[in-house]
């Protein structure tokens, strides 16, 4: 008894015109045109405080350089074969002087890592397999290991717990 599912290929959605974002688009575009407005009064207004104008023109389309960056980057596509997942997975290209810093680099974090983490291995060799001291008390038997720790307040009062 065996039944037969059909799986179909999920399609990315294809964008026509401006693109997928509309709302940079039109921003940009009415940055331009208000701009250009601006500049125009400034030019033909007969208006005694006209570069005021044509300045402010130019910083607006200037304002409208945000937009279309914003337009652009959003409309980038990027193929899922390149995509690539950087969590758990090794990169092919680690290799020379950026391998060997991200080599570094990872065991250094995982050695800091390890070293707060509860029976972990740290700098100073604690861990499961480091040797018993007379502070860390444990039996024979296998009994959890205690430790003497001393808490430190702002009045500087030890209490041992």
């Not at 980057?73 to 969590?87: K, M, R």
């Not at 290991?145 to 808490?151: A, C, E, I, N, Q």
Request: proline content about 2%.
């Amino acid at each position: 008894m065996s039944t037969s599912v059909q799986v179909e290929a999920v399609m990315e959605r294809q964008y026509r015109g401006v693109g997928r974002c509309k709302c940079s688009f039109w921003f940009a575009v009415a940055h331009d045109v208000l701009g250009v407005l601006i500049m125009l009064v400034g030019m033909f207004g007969g208006l005694a405080i006209h570069d005021l104008f044509i300045y402010g023109g130019a910083i607006v389309i200037f304002f409208s350089l945000i937009w279309w960056v914003f337009w652009y980057s959003g409309n980038i596509d990027v193929p899922p074969a390149e995509l690539e997942d950087d969590v758990g997975t090794k990169k092919l290209k680690n290799r020379g002087l950026s391998g060997m810093v991200r080599r570094v680099s990872t065991r250094l974090s995982g050695g800091i890592r390890n070293s707060f983490r509860k029976g972990g291995r740290g700098a100073a060799g604690e861990g499961p397999e480091a040797p018993q001291h007379k502070d860390n008390r444990a039996s024979a038997a296998g009994q959890q290991r205690t430790t003497d720790m001393s808490l430190y307040t702002i009045s500087e009062n030890t209490t041992v717990s």
